[in-house]
């Protein structure tokens, strides 16, 4: 079964250092996603790219965050300038059509300190 | 009112009951509706989507209520294996932030 792949799987960074989280979507997925989840909370959305553009995005993803698709096959998440209460499951998520259910990423557990 | 609404539980209930969550949902615009399974610190996982008609795979049924603004899902016959939090996921019509529901805890025990 085709599966969206995230690295790392657990990322350590002190406060303020930038953070680059890698996902490959499956390959004929059109949508990207990433989400979040800060331990015990509700999955957030943080935005969706498609056609090579940011589509939507939340109140969330500010100015420190970034996505990119520097190629055919990843998808990325960089936060430049990083906060303790970024400290949260980053989740990627691809589908073949928005009004599709999304297939997830095993995440990426970063960690603030 | 939140957007998307879930009882969080837990919901505790023995191996063969049968056991429903609603998830209600404020925007009447919204399109497409889903249940995900999300086991303890693992990714979301794809339940089944929600049709207006209602839909069923194996034990599970989904159910859309368009006029009461909720969604449904039923448990027949639980497992131990089911037992895991269960998110209602709403797309919007005419935005596509999808917003998830907080989830539904449900244990099930022997």
């Known amino acids: 079964e085709p599966e969206v792949t995230q690295t790392p799987s657990h990322q350590v960074t002190q406060m303020g250092q930038e953070v680059i989280l890698r996902c490959v979507p499956i390959?004929?997925?059109?949508?990207f996603y990433w989400y979040r989840q800060i331990l015990g909370q509700k999955v957030e959305f943080l935005v969706s790219f498609y056609n090579n553009e940011i589509s939507e995005k939340s109140e969330i993803f500010d100015d420190q965050f970034s996505v990119e698709r520097p190629d055919g096959s990843n998808f990325t998440l960089k936060i430049r300038s990083t906060k303790l209460e970024d400290s949260a499951m980053y989740f990627c998520?691809?589908?073949?059509?928005?009004?599709?259910?999304?297939?997830f990423g095993s995440g990426t557990r970063l960690t603030v300190v | 009112r939140k957007e998307v609404e879930q009882d969080p539980g837990p919901f505790n209930v023995p191996e063969g009951a049968t056991v429903a969550f609603n998830c209600t949902y404020s925007?009447?615009?919204?399109?497409?509706f889903f249940w995900y399974r999300q086991d303890c610190r693992k990714e979301p996982k794809l339940l089944m989507s929600v049709y207006s008609s209602g839909n069923e795979d194996g034990r599970f049924t989904a159910q859309l209520n368009r006029a009461s603004q909720y969604i449904s899902l039923l448990i027949r016959d639980s497992k131990l294996s089911d037992s895991a939090t269960y998110l209602c996921v709403v797309n919007p019509g005419g935005s596509y932030i999808p917003t998830f529901g907080r989830g539904t805890s449900l244990i099930v025990h022997p």
């Open positions: 925007n009447s615009a919204s399109q497409s």
């Open positions: 998520a691809s589908s073949e059509d928005n009004n599709y259910g999304y297939t």
């Open positions: 390959s004929n997925h059109l949508y």
